[in-house]
């Protein structure tokens, strides 16, 4: 008898668990998704057999009569934001309520968590004042002839292959490939060849990172969802070797610099060297924007080693992966619609001829309009990062609601959801660069915040400039020289499945490309 008592006692606990915690929006009086029993939204989650992009595309499609509706992730009470005035009220309006992601830094367990991208609070604001210089035209500018010859080593790759019969490809390999090379080159100021060394330390670590497997799927959920359980059962965002390997070669790196005066290098670790030993960087004569913004020289404090790696260790992440993917879906989209191709390497020709260049110079970039267009269409269709976070800092009432946002909730943000909105881009799976023509959001007429493939906002993305210019140099230097089509026609009308193991968006199996030299 005592047993079932006990029994029963516990099942009536649970209940009132349950019940408590999963009445937070009903008493806000905000609409929300009837949670699954104690796991809440979390149980579909770590359950996807889809990309998160699409989950949360779904919920937006489902719930976006709603401009803000409720959602538990466990016990913890999440919102997503389906209003684009809302959007740009929480992004840019309000940015000082909603500055922080809410991500779990742990910087003695885990010190490359320690990032731009995870920190939060003043020391966010003050880490990015200090590397918002590293970004500008004018540094990029200075960056280019490196990002060239990474690309001229692509160029004469496929070529070769191309010459010697090899016409199938995983161009998002190859794209991966480049962007490494690039990114090691600028941030680590060591010129790799990933391309040619298949076997390549920074491209095997650049697949660790990106491993699609469920351990990472797991980790990944756990940061955006349920943070405190990281930091609670001190799991690390970064993976010990991943870990060792950043840090060697930064140390490698500030050393060698350090004991030879004379090296001259214009590239992020000789930025992040001045940041290290005077606390701040020069303004380019030629960017305008002043980077202190009304910061004082003396008020900066010097970046630190740890502070180094960790800076060093995110723009190795986000600076390639995201690029070589909106290369490859771009170049996905130009398969699926060959017209569109054509035209584009039109410009690209005509652009070269008029410049008479075989080379594809930095102004040049600058006039291939179309191309441009190619690439925001692919960011609209297929948001990188499909879906944005930010923690509510302080308690927040949203302008012409009664809804007051407490302190300390995370706001979901359907990027791809608002993206993919027929009732703001018409047809909306259907690849059309022309939106962008005369609009730099691919739609002159809605109102608030609906085109972020970079964000928006102080929170934004710091490497865009740089995000843009490396697609832009890929996909202008291989239409040049080659026609690309889908090797499996079926994918002609078919989306592609993405990975549900990455945050990013990235198909799930590998796509392959028949290359063809242009005559
Ligand atoms: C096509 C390429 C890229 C895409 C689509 C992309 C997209 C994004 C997005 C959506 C965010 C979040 C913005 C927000 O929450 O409002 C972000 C943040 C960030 N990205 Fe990128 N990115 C790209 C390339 C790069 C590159 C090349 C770098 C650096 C080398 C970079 C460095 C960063 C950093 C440091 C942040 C965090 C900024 C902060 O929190 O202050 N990204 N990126």
Redesign the pocket.
């Given at each position: 008898m005592s047993v079932w008592i006990t029994i029963a006692f516990v099942v009536a606990i649970i209940y009132f668990i349950n019940q408590y915690f999963f009445s937070y929006w009903t008493k806000q009086g905000i609409p929300f998704k009837e949670p699954t029993f104690l796991l809440g939204e979390f149980w579909d989650i770590l359950t996807l057999k889809r990309g998160l992009g699409d989950y949360f595309e779904q919920l937006y499609k489902k719930y976006k009569n709603n401009k803000i509706f409720g959602l538990y992730c466990s016990y913890r009470p999440t919102l997503l934001v389906n209003d684009p005035v809302l959007i740009q009220e929480v992004?840019i309006k309000d940015f000082t309520s909603f500055h922080d992601?809410g991500f779990p830094v742990d910087e003695e367990n885990d010190p490359l968590s320690a990032?731009?991208?995870e920190?939060s609070g003043q020391r966010?604001r003050d880490l990015?004042v200090k590397?918002s210089p590293t970004?500008t035209s004018g540094k990029l500018k200075s960056m280019y002839p490196t990002i060239r010859d990474c690309a001229q080593v692509m160029e004469n790759y496929l070529e070769k292959e191309v010459k010697s019969g090899n016409k199938v490809y995983d161009m998002r390999d190859l794209l991966a490939r480049f962007t490494t090379n690039v990114?090691s080159s600028v941030?680590f100021g060591i010129d790799n060849d990933c391309i040619n060394d298949r076997d390549n330390i920074f491209r095997k670590i650049g697949l660790k990172i990106f491993e699609s497997n469920y351990k990472s799927m797991f980790r990944n959920i756990l940061s955006f969802f349920l943070p405190k359980l990281m930091l609670l059962f001190k799991i690390r965002s970064v993976d010990r070797e991943v870990e060792d390997f950043i840090v060697s070669i930064v140390k490698q790196t500030i050393d060698h610099r350090e004991n030879d005066k004379s090296y001259e290098r214009k590239d992020?670790m000789q930025l992040m060297i001045l940041l290290k030993n005077q606390g701040y960087i020069s303004v380019d004569k030629d960017d305008k924007k002043d980077e202190l913004n009304g910061h004082d020289h003396n008020d900066m404090k010097k970046l630190t080693f740890n502070e180094i790696a960790a800076?060093a260790f995110?723009?190795f992440i986000?600076?390639f992966e995201?690029?070589s993917?909106?290369s490859n879906l771009c170049l996905l989209e130009l398969c699926k619609n060959p017209k569109t191709q054509t035209k584009a390497q039109e410009e690209i020709d005509r652009v070269m001829k008029a410049a008479n260049s075989k080379e594809v110079t930095y102004d040049m970039l600058g006039e291939m309009k179309y191309l441009e267009c190619c690439i925001d269409e692919a960011?609209r269709k297929y948001?990188?990062?499909p879906m944005?976070?930010?923690e509510c800092t302080k308690d927040h009432t949203f302008t012409g609601t009664k809804h007051t946002i407490e302190k300390g909730t995370t706001l979901f943000i359907p990027?791809q959801g608002i993206q993919r909105d027929p009732d703001i881009y018409d047809n909306p799976m259907e690849f059309r660069p022309e939106r962008f023509l005369d609009s730099p959001t691919g739609n002159g007429n809605s109102k608030g915040l609906f085109y972020?493939?970079?964000?928006?906002?102080p929170?934004?993305?710091?490497?865009?400039r740089?995000?843009?210019l490396?697609?832009k140099l890929a996909l202008a230097v291989i239409l040049s020289k080659f026609s690309f089509e889908l090797v499996d026609k079926s994918l002609m009308d078919k989306e592609f499945e993405a990975d549900p193991a990455q945050f990013i968006t990235t198909p799930k199996e590998p796509i392959m490309l028949k290359v063809e030299a242009r005559v």
């Open positions: 992004m992601r990032n731009l991208f920190l966010w990015r590397l970004f990114i941030a992020f800076q995110l723009f986000a600076g995201t690029s993917s909106t960011l948001p990188i990062v944005l976070n930010r990027v972020m493939p970079f964000g928006d906002g929170r934004n993305c710091i490497g865009a740089m995000g843009k490396q697609t």
